[in-house]
């Protein structure tokens, strides 16, 4: 019998329809502002996609910030869990996993089993996270997938001083005013995501293989400062914004199995 995992999050949800460890079906829809909604449509579809029907899934797990308010979830569990299992399933050697999704980020620290053996969160600011990469594309008029594009060409970094997303965003529309190149400001937002995020895998310490989860994860340019600060390569999974529905779903199959 098939389960689901759902990942109801700030900007989007995600669920994965799994059977025999076999990933039969997933969407990504946006969250919007009913995350009840967002995740009955999102389970609705997924089980289309799956062949199957809502009412046949066998149990459901949610996770993600809207977990409380997931209609058909028989059990709900954290996100680092569940970003943890779904890391390690995709690949074993993984020890350190970062998420950074739309409002807050996170980093998990392994052990050779794939238990969480500690983790640090940034939920109390939007800096750092999707959320102000949004708001200063919006300020640049520049659609997110292409930011990544624009600062390859960038010729240095533009270092944005402030700490807050707001006072971040001004910063950004002075410079913009003062008519430094888009692609310079482009990487200097990039750099400071980087900046926060490598304060907090130094606190739980680095160690290989790292792997990066959630939707800035398919943005190679903060891929790339996180490489260069870290000094390491971060393996990036072919679908990003997924892994902590996949993670749900592993575990909805592990409750069926006891
Ligand atoms: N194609 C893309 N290119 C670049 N960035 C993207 C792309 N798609 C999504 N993002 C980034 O991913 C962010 C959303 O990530 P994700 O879907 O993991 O968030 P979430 O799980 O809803 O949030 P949270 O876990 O914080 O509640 C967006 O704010 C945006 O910055
Ligand atoms: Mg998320």
């Known amino acids: 019998m098939p389960v689901a995992g759902i990942d109801i999050g700030s900007i989007t949800t995600e669920v994965v329809i799994m059977e025999k460890k076999e990933v039969l079906g997933y969407v990504i829809i946006p969250t919007g502002s009913n ?5 009955e449509k999102a389970l609705e579809k997924a089980s289309q996609k799956a062949g199957c029907q809502v009412d046949e899934l066998d149990f459901v797990i949610a996770t993600g ?8 979830a028989h059990k709900k569990v954290t996100e680092i869990t569940c970003h943890g299992k779904g890391a390690f399933s995709l690949l074993p050697e993984a020890r350190t996993v970062i998420d950074i999704g739309g409002q807050d980020s996170k980093v998990i620290r392994l052990s050779e089993e794939g238990n969480v053996v500690d983790f640090v969160m940034n939920e109390k600011c939007a800096a750092g996270t999707g959320r102000f990469l949004e708001v200063m594309a919006y300020a640049l008029e520049v659609e997110l997938k292409d930011m990544a594009e624009l600062s390859k060409k960038a010729a ?17 529309v002075s410079l913009i005013a003062s008519d430094k190149a888009r692609e310079d400001i482009i990487r200097g937002i990039h750099d400071s995501i980087a900046e926060r995020t490598v304060g907090l895998v130094n606190r739980v310490g680095l160690e290989e293989k790292v792997i990066m989860t959630g939707g800035v994860a398919q943005n190679q340019g903060v891929v790339e400062c996180l490489e260069n600060k870290l000094n390491v390569k971060i393996e990036i999974p072919e679908n990003p914004q997924i892994v902590g529905a996949l993670g749900a779903a592993i575990l909805a199959e592990k409750e069926i199995n006891n």
């Open 156 to 172: 240095r970094s533009i270092p944005i001083s402030s700490m807050c997303t707001v006072f971040a965003e001004s910063e950004v």
């Open 65 to 72: 910030y809207g977990r409380i308010s997931a209609p058909a």
């Open 35 to 39: 995350s009840k909604n967002a995740a």
